[in-house]
């Protein structure tokens, strides 16, 4: 007697899940550079290729979906970064929703790059390129435009970095520290910088603090041709209690700040110090805070804006050139 074996149950296919943000791949991503011409795209671009992406400059946008999709296939290439500009013109106008698009299958992230209208100036001066969207060589016309044609773009960026202050060493520098997978998550570049009030205050300060109130140096003939980076002149300050508890003071708050601004997103942060002519006071203010935030762990770039110029306008008026 033969008996029939029992049906087997049937299975249910199961239909793939459409990829997304969420659960894409997190080892495979994309870096989108763009930003101002003459802020540093292409040494921000270079660095990445440092860290091991596969580095592209000026893609057309109307590329990008499609290079997304490889990376996200490929079995090589699993990190990639792009440059995106004003060269590609209104096609600009077509970034938000390209770049809506690319997120649904791909982590992507996009780096804006911007500069001061006087760097950037001075940059395309002294490697006397043209700018992209100038006409007739007027090159302030063409960063406003720029600026303006980039908002859209701008409001949708992930990071925004500031690079007035960087050379090509530094930015660079910064890039691969920032978003190197041994980032210490103090990533932030501090610049400590004095100033004289008498020249006004720089413009690029995130942060101001008067050190007027700190007994004037400048009326002691002995210390009067001395800076603030003499120790005769830094143990005279440091002799007022009013200094270390300046000091102690503002080391606290921007050791409780700073943590807040990396969460932000922020990269670049400007602490100006000033006295009334930049030589002495504010000089050893941001020298000592600049060290102080260095054995805290962050990376701290300590300048001195006045003490340069007073410098050259010595040496100027030796030669009589004013």
């Known amino acids: 007697m033969s008996s029939k074996a029992a049906p087997r149950p049937s299975r249910k296919t199961k239909k793939a899940k459409p990829k997304s943000a969420h ?68 096609g600009l106008e077509r970034f938000p929703t390209i770049l809506k698009q690319i997120r649904r299958t791909l982590v992507t992230k996009v780096i804006y790059l911007e500069a001061s209208d006087a760097a950037l100036l001075r940059r395309f001066s002294e490697t006397r390129r043209p700018h992209p969207l100038a006409l007739e ?3 302030a016309g063409a960063i406003e435009s720029e600026r303006k044609l980039l908002d859209p773009i701008r409001n949708v960026a992930d990071v925004i970095i500031d690079t007035t202050n960087f050379n090509v060493h530094e930015l660079r520098d910064h890039i691969q520290k920032r978003f190197s997978s041994g980032s210490s998550g103090k990533d932030l570049l501090i610049s400590s910088l004095s100033f004289g009030y008498k020249n006004g205050v720089p413009l690029e300060a995130d942060l101001v603090f008067d050190v007027r109130f700190l007994p004037n140096p400048h009326f002691k003939p002995e210390f009067r041709p001395l800076t603030g980076k003499h120790p005769k002149l830094v143990a005279y300050l440091n002799g007022f209690p009013q200094t270390q508890e300046f000091l102690d003071r503002v080391t606290g708050l921007l050791l409780y700040l700073l943590p807040h ?34 054995q805290e762990g962050y ?15 010595r040496i100027k008026r030796k030669l009589g050139l004013f």
């Open 23 to 90: 659960n894409a791949d997190e080892a495979r991503s994309l870096v989108i550079i763009t930003g101002l011409s003459g802020s540093g795209k292409l040494s921000a671009l270079k660095a990445f290729e440092d860290l091991g992406y596969y580095a592209v400059d000026n893609m057309p946008i109307e590329l990008v979906p499609r290079f997304a999709e490889l990376i996200g296939e490929s079995a090589m290439t699993t990190r990639a970064a792009l440059v995106v500009d004003a060269r590609e013109g209104q």
């Open 137 to 139: 060589g007027r090159v």
């Open 261 to 294: 601004y990396i969460h932000e997103g922020k990269s670049y942060l400007t602490i100006g110090f000033g006295c009334t002519g930049g030589q002495h006071r504010s000089v050893m203010i941001a020298e000592e805070v600049g060290k102080r935030l260095e």
């Open 299 to 313: 990376r701290v770039k300590t300048a001195h804006r006045d003490l340069v110029f007073g410098r050259a306008h």
